[in-house]
């Protein structure tokens, strides 16, 4: 699908100039000859990027970017200025606003399309996180919002590459007080893979002798450590092909030497806004999917969690020729427990039952709740006689010490009935006949009078 631009401006000659330009490179451009106009459409229509012109009539471009920016349901679409006011304190003041960047008419052909073209892929990949988000019902964007504000979050790290030691010298003392910033003189012998969670924002000048700026970015762009935190470069104002060539490699950003204080402060606090919005959406997801496959109450993974990889595993263990053992444990007579201790009693110990299962198994075996008082674990490259002495130290650690169902109560005595059961390495074998031979085992167990170990003869 093609990005949707908005364009708005109350000159239709100016609208026609930019729908022209932007329809030839084959995007789906709508316009706007007033403020409200484009907010009527930013709410009710998708909507990828904003080409806003600052003088209009009623309200002018300021207020609207503000005002899109202030609403949580369209602060995510990046808003480009485009205005002939070309002096520094419109720049400043349009960033301040929340624009994502500003461009001066008559706009050159090149940057008008490589900076739209950058911009929707940043809202391509806000898009998808957000769809994530709504699709766990976890969206929480006013929250997200919230929590990411500059002023009340952590100073944002700052890292700059920069060989020219005065130059690195003018941007510490314009960005002291308001950033955290290290410095690079060398990026040769700067392990980039480092840089971690520290860092939100890299600025990379064109300056790097020993090295080439546009390589360097390629580089941040493909490491995991540094893929997602935007790059900002410093260019000089003759570098316009290097500053194309590098919005095409994926950075974020540019200023054009010399540097003005406000401006590189105005533009560092935007993209480190929109790196904390998205990072707010990326832990979202995070913590609902991480939700939806563990149980809430013990941590295990839950069954939803072994039903999607039980089958991974059983065909890996097949396919290395190495044996897979299923345990399934039951706690014995957990009706009473809830019965005598309520279903608080009940609860404490399940919980206790699940650290004791973590306690007494290996970090490789996958440890599940299946529902209730019943439990299933996964035993990577195990045979069946393994099998069988592990669950019986399972066994013996539930049963050798009493469980507390409630603070300052009496221990009461648990046992657990377990049954066990190993792939048997024969194309006939299958998961199914696995499962099905365990859970068969788990059920002797409780047959032949609890608190023990069965496994199915070989």
């Known amino acids: 699908m093609t990005a949707r631009i908005l364009v708005v401006d109350d000159v239709p000659a100016n609208l026609r100039l930019l729908e022209a330009r932007l329809t030839a490179e084959y995007y789906d451009v709508v316009t706007a000859r007033s403020g409200q106009d484009a907010l009527d459409i930013c ?49 400043i003041r349009g960033l301040e606003a929340g624009a994502d960047d500003f461009l001066t008419k008559p706009v050159n052909d090149l940057q008008l399309v490589t900076r739209v073209k950058s911009l ?13 988000a709504e699709t766990t019902r976890n969206i929480e964007i006013e929250q997200i919002l919230q929590a990411n504000r500059l ?10 590459v920069e060989e020219e030691g005065a130059s690195a010298d003018r941007i510490a003392r314009m960005l002291r007080g308001q950033f955290d910033l290290k410095t690079v003189s060398d990026p040769q012998k700067f392990a980039f893979g480092s840089v971690g969670m520290g860092v ?17 970015c390629a580089h941040l762009r493909a490491l995991e450590s540094t893929r997602s935190i935007p790059i900002v470069l410093l260019a000089d104002g003759e570098e316009e092909d290097t500053v194309v060539r590098g919005l095409e490699l994926g950075i974020n950003d540019y200023l054009v030497k010399p540097i003005e204080k406000q401006e590189l402060v105005a533009r560092l606090r935007t993209q480190i806004r929109r790196k904390r919005y998205n990072d707010g959406l990326r832990s979202s997801f995070a913590r609902t999917v991480e939700m939806a496959v563990t149980d809430p109450l013990t941590g295990l993974h839950n069954r939803r969690y ?52 973590r306690k007494t198994l290996r970090a490789i075996d996958l440890v599940c709740r299946y529902g209730g008082e019943e439990f299933v674990v996964v035993m990577p490259e195990t045979d069946l006689a393994v099998a069988e002495r592990v669950a019986e130290r399972v066994r013996g650690e539930i ?14 005595s648990v046992t657990a009935s377990l049954g066990v059961a190993a792939s048997r390495g024969t194309d006939d074998d299958s998961l ?27």
């Open 151 to 160: 002023e009340e979050g952590p100073t944002p790290g700052v890292l700059l």
């Open 200 to 216: 939100e924002c890299i600025l990379v000048s064109t300056r790097l002798g020993s090295h080439d700026p546009l390589r360097l």
């Open 432 to 458: 199914e006949q696995l499962v099905k031979r365990a859970d068969e085992a788990l059920y002797e167990a409780k047959r032949s009078g609890r608190n023990r170990v069965v496994a199915p003869a070989a």
């Open 43 to 91: 709410e009710s229509s998708r909507v990828d990027v904003v080409l806003l012109d600052i003088m209009m009539p009623g309200m002018d471009g300021f207020e609207v970017c503000e005002r899109l920016k202030s609403d949580s349901s369209t602060a995510h679409i990046p808003v480009v200025i485009v205005t002939a006011l070309d002096g520094t304190e419109e720049r």
């Open 399 to 412: 049963a050798g010490e009493g469980f507390r169902p409630a603070e300052g109560k009496p221990a009461i």
């Open 306 to 357: 072994l039903d999607s990889h039980l089958q991974t595993l059983f065909d890996r263990a097949r396919a290395r020729n190495k044996p897979l053992s299923i345990m399934f444990a039951d706690i014995d007579r957990f009706k009473t427990i809830n019965d005598s201790w309520g279903h608080d009693g009940g609860d404490a110990v399940l919980r206790e039952f699940a650290a004791r299962l």
């Open 120 to 132: 929707a892929r940043l809202k391509a990949l806000t898009d998808e996180l957000r769809l994530r």
